[in-house]
Nanobody, 120 residues
Framework: QARLVESGGGLVQPGGSLRLSCAAS????????MGWYRQAPGKERELVAA???????NYADSVKGRFTISRDNAKNTVYLQMNSLKSDDTAVYYC??????????????WGQGTQVTVSS
């Protein structure tokens, strides 16, 4: 079993910045893709950004140029740097990690979620 712990959410004014972190621990043989999703009230959960083991990234169109995803493989941690935040970015942000066991089987895990509120 793996465990994900998120941190870094909070209240920020429009135009401000926040950095989210998600650390994976526990029974982990290897980690493949790591990503961030978000869910706003009344909306479906959507992919914000993802990063592969090799560092390839993809972003939702709505955050391109403002958000940056990165990872520290030695620490099993993924980060999301969010700049130029807008009110539309307000949501609960969840990290998602694809943990592989020694046989190569995929086990996706979700973080507990962290609230990001952009408001003046």
């Amino acid at each position: 079993q793996a465990r994900l712990v998120e941190s870094g959410g909070g209240l920020v004014q429009p135009g401000g910045s926040l950095r989210l972190s998600c650390a994976a621990s526990g029974s982990i043989y290897s980690i493949y893709t790591m990503g961030w999703y978000r869910q706003a009230p009344g909306k479906e959960r959507e992919l914000v950004a993802a990063i592969t083991t090799g560092g390839s990234t993809n972003y939702a169109d709505s955050v391109k140029g403002r958000f940056t995803i990165s990872r520290d493989n030695a620490k099993n941690t993924v980060y999301l740097q969010m700049n130029s935040l807008k009110s539309d970015d307000t949501a609960v942000y969840y990290c998602n990690v694809d943990v592989r066991d020694i046989r190569g089987y995929s086990h996706p895990y979700w973080g507990q979620g962290t609230q990001v509120t952009v408001s003046s």
